[in-house]
């Protein structure tokens, strides 16, 4: 027997039959659970003579393939001609919807009508569409008769139609599979630690668990991550690969990586997945066919596009899924959403996994524990889960719409008046600018519910209005909002905000632990790694780790005699920066001078690194000095970044925590030196405050937290720049007599402790 396929009803008959447009026009978060209450609402009303919600399977023969097909139908009629019941909700008036409204909808009728003759010897057999209005309630209903040989004919169809990706399908996971057997380590030797880490993440997987590891810069995380994956791919102990990146830039690394791979001889599937805004073709996002040629047939072109680029790639990047968009006439991001689904490999930003409001529904609803899941950069995952996990709303939003719909819908318009009132009482409780409470605001829930149930059914009714996109927009903010109200937990605080006018209600989470790993405890095996997870008690505390977690911590695998670092005493405080901008600016000129290179100098503030780069270019104006620009393009990074490729010495300005002080690879003579200006400290803030606070209350070191933890981690991410293989050497000057304590010294590694102080 030849190749064996195991398929859904409902993946078969949409694979071949699924045709039209993509259409972004509002559908109200309520249909799915409306669709749940007609269903149900029609099964209830019927006689004893109806079973509702029946499984179906088939195992059926055609030419060299095996194909297992399984479904549920809604209902089956047992009358003289036994009728399979298909029942759809819509919000459309039934008066336009005709017999052959939707091709699938009767191909999914016709397979489990096959499935039932079949298995019960029925010559013929009917199938019934029953349309339900879910405004009205009122039903429709079409009726057709087949013979058994009619449904095989069609079966026979769909299956000719689907073997051919099926096919496909197969010879790709079978050159995955034999190609991962063979795959050996791309590099002549380990690293010192790769193997070890390598081992460890293999480990994890095998054993179905969660690893925090620490692997310094220069160990190759991203090969020693992704090789052991690949393998444990290959045995099948995970399905699928998720890459997860919190930047652009580690994204390219994930794919150089897998197709240094590719080159020893894999043969895999990746796609990596580019933000809508980023990727789309045209000048606005907008999704529909009268305004996108791309979104226009999307569903006609679809499978051809998809078995033209498999048949050709392995890695869709975004310059590949762009090609073969252009080429098919397909929207380039939905394009890599359902490939996202086909290929072993998903490469993408951690919001697509983590944030409630945005996550893949496509993935989501595939089996996640058979997920191995790698965090890169997992250092960054903290805050990014604390913005993903929060939510807020602003007066003046909801004021602003109020006056619009005064005379358009009264409705909406009383149920924003009772949301702004709410607003404005918030502004009168407290005389402070900012205050907290420990406790869900009261009764904003029942207010948004009551606007978010009003603007559904408006926005469904009024597409054209000029008001549209507005309400649109805050439709979507309170739907965010109550989703997030719904994980508030002692973890989370309510604060409020007001400037003049102006009031900001926030729902913040303090504690993002619990979420996470809630969220990672349903994969197969998640791998937290970074650089800089120190000190690791703090990460695997805020990262959602539990006791039976793995951890790995390795050791720099370089020789800590490439690298000369020296300490300065000058004081980088915020009180004391008037009087110290000379003697920074000295410093640096000094070490300069002393040293050959270029040197990359990174700074805690833009405000900070642009006064101290006024006084430097008067003294220095001569040489090629570069600035970090706090809005630059992709096109200004590269250039940025091909500067230190030149062979005039460049001295480069940029900021801690920013797109130069992590991720950026510049070896060898590219980079020589990195002077790094303060001890990173997060600008103190009332969100950073209300951090320390809490875990202070929870006995912690709450100041640590907040502030000296994520300093301290873009300090070791961008001295991390400098030394990237076995032959780089440079210097690296911290600049400011905290360095000196005890409690950054025993922050900062190994291979920073042979330092002079200067």
């Given at each position: 027997m030849g190749n064996f396929i195991k398929i859904s009803v409902r993946g078969l008959v949409e694979y071949v039959l699924r045709r039209g447009s993509i259409d972004s026009t509002f559908v109200g978060t309520s249909v799915l659970l409306d669709g749940v209450r007609a269903h149900q609402k029609i099964q209830s009303e019927q006689g004893d003579n109806y079973e509702s919600e029946v499984s179906l399977k088939m195992d059926i023969s055609y030419k060299d393939s095996f194909f297992k097909i399984e479904g549920r139908c809604d209902g089956i009629i047992k009358e003289d001609v036994i009728i399979i019941d298909e029942i759809k909700s819509t919000r459309r008036d039934l008066e336009y919807i005709q017999e052959d409204h939707n091709e699938v909808?009767?191909?999914?009728?016709?397979?489990?009508?096959?499935?039932?003759?079949?298995?019960?010897?029925?010559?013929?057999?009917?199938?019934?569409?029953?349309?339900?209005?879910?405004?009205?309630?009122?039903?429709?209903?079409?009726?057709?008769?087949?013979?058994?040989?009619?449904?095989?004919?069609?079966?026979?169809?769909?299956?000719?139609?689907?073997?051919?990706?099926?096919?496909?399908?197969?010879?790709?996971?079978?050159?995955?599979?034999?190609?991962?057997?063979?795959?050996?380590?791309?590099?002549?030797?380990?690293?010192?630690?790769?193997?070890?880490?390598?081992?460890?993440?293999?480990?994890?997987?095998?054993?179905?668990?969660?690893?925090?590891?620490?692997?310094?810069?220069?160990?190759?995380?991203?090969?020693?991550?992704?090789?052991?994956?690949?393998?444990?791919?290959?045995?099948?102990?995970?399905?699928?690969?998720?890459?997860?990146?919190?930047?652009?830039?580690?994204?390219?690394?994930?794919?150089?990586?897998?197709?240094?791979?590719?080159?020893?001889?894999?043969?895999?599937?990746?796609?990596?997945?580019?933000?809508?805004?980023?990727?789309?073709?045209?000048?606005?996002?907008?999704?529909?066919?009268?305004?996108?040629?791309?979104?226009?047939?999307?569903?006609?072109?679809?499978?051809?596009?998809?078995?033209?680029?498999?048949?050709?790639?392995?890695?869709?990047?975004?310059?590949?899924?762009?090609?073969?968009?252009?080429?098919?006439?397909?929207?380039?991001?939905?394009?890599?959403?359902?490939?996202?689904?086909?290929?072993?490999?998903?490469?993408?930003?951690?919001?697509?996994?983590?944030?409630?409001?945005?996550?893949?529904?496509?993935?989501?609803?595939?089996?996640?524990?058979?997920?191995?899941?790698?965090?890169?950069?997992a250092h960054n995952l903290v805050d990014r889960s604390r913005e993903m996990f929060s939510a807020s709303l602003n007066k003046s939003e909801f004021l602003n719409l109020k006056r619009k719909f005064k005379n358009k819908d009264k409705d909406i318009h009383r149920h924003l008046n009772k949301i702004n009132s709410y607003m404005i009482d918030l502004r009168k409780e407290r005389d402070e600018k900012s205050f907290t409470k420990k406790e869900k605001p009261k009764d904003i829930n029942r207010f948004l519910n009551g606007f978010i149930s009003k603007a559904e059914k408006?926005?469904?009714?009024?597409?054209?209005?000029?008001?549209?996109?507005?309400?649109?927009?805050?439709?979507?903010?309170?739907?965010?909002?109550?989703?997030?109200?719904?994980?508030?937990?002692?973890?989370?605080?309510?604060?409020?905000?007001?400037?003049?006018?102006?009031?900001?209600?926030?729902?913040?989470?303090?504690?993002?632990?619990?979420?996470?790993?809630?969220?990672?405890?349903?994969?197969?095996?998640?791998?937290f790694f970074s650089a800089t997870l120190s000190p690791m008690k703090y990460y695997r505390e805020v990262l959602g780790s539990d006791e039976e977690d793995y951890n790995v911590m390795l050791p720099s695998p370089f020789n800590r005699d490439n690298i000369k670092v020296y300490i300065n005493r000058v004081s980088t405080r915020y009180k004391d920066r008037e009087n110290t901008y000379e003697k920074i600016v000295n410093t640096i000129s000094d070490t300069i001078n002393n040293e050959t290179g270029n040197t990359l100098i990174f700074f805690p503030s833009y405000s900070y690194m642009y006064r101290i780069y006024e006084i430097f270019i008067e003294k220095h104006g001569h040489m090629n000095i570069i600035v970090q620009d706090n809005h630059m393009s992709e096109e200004e990074r590269e250039e940025f970044l091909e500067e230190f490729s030149k062979d005039e010495r460049v001295i480069g300005f940029a900021v801690l925590g920013g797109i130069f002080s992590e991720g950026i690879d510049l070896r060898g003579e590219k980079l020589e030196g990195v002077i790094i200006v303060g001890v990173g400290l997060p600008q103190v803030c009332f969100e950073r405050n209300i951090i320390k606070e809490y875990y202070d209350e929870n006995n912690k070191w709450g100041y640590d937290y907040s502030y000296v933890y994520p300093g301290m981690n873009k300090v070791l991410q961008a001295g991390g720049r400098l030394i990237r293989t076995e032959r780089d050497k440079g210097f690296l000057l911290l600049m400011d007599d905290r360095f000196l304590t005890s409690k950054y010294q025993n922050m900062i590694p190994y291979e920073w402790k042979n330092f002079k102080i200067v």
């Open positions: 909808y009767w191909g999914q009728g016709k397979v489990y009508a096959y499935m039932y003759a079949k298995e019960n010897n029925i010559e013929n057999i009917k199938v019934q569409l029953t349309y339900m209005n879910i405004n009205t309630q009122e039903e429709k209903r079409f009726i057709k008769e087949f013979t058994i040989d009619e449904l095989e004919e069609f079966i026979y169809y769909l299956l000719e139609e689907y073997k051919i990706y099926a096919d496909l399908r197969m010879d790709m996971e079978e050159k995955r599979e034999n190609t991962i057997k063979d795959l050996e380590f791309p590099f002549p030797s380990y690293r010192k630690g790769q193997r070890e880490l390598a081992v460890s993440i293999y480990k994890t997987i095998r054993n179905e668990k969660r690893i925090f590891a620490k692997a310094p810069t220069g160990t190759g995380k991203t090969i020693s991550t992704l090789f052991p994956a690949i393998k444990a791919l290959g045995e099948n102990k995970i399905e699928k690969i998720i890459y997860l990146t919190a930047k652009t830039i580690t994204k390219k690394v994930a794919e150089e990586t897998l197709n240094i791979l590719l080159s020893k001889g894999l043969i895999c599937k990746s796609v990596t997945i580019t933000a809508k805004e980023k990727i789309c073709f045209m000048d606005e996002v907008n999704c529909n066919k009268e305004h996108c040629p791309y979104a226009d047939g999307y569903y006609n072109k679809l499978n051809r596009a998809i078995i033209d680029i498999f048949e050709n790639e392995n890695m869709m990047d975004r310059e590949t899924i762009e090609k073969y968009s252009e080429k098919h006439g397909v929207c380039p991001f939905e394009f890599s959403l359902d490939l996202s689904l086909l290929c072993p490999i998903v490469i993408c930003d951690y919001n697509y996994f983590f944030d409630p409001r945005a996550s893949l529904k496509r993935l989501n609803e595939e089996n996640k524990n058979s997920y191995g899941v790698l965090i890169d950069e408006w926005l469904m009714d009024n597409k054209g209005d000029e008001d549209y996109k507005e309400a649109l927009d805050l439709y979507f903010n309170c739907n965010s909002f109550v989703r997030i109200l719904k994980l508030y937990d002692e973890r989370y605080i309510t604060y409020v905000e007001k400037n003049k006018s102006e009031v900001t209600l926030k729902l913040f989470c303090l504690d993002p632990s619990h979420l996470l790993r809630e969220i990672t405890k349903n994969n197969r095996a998640t791998i």
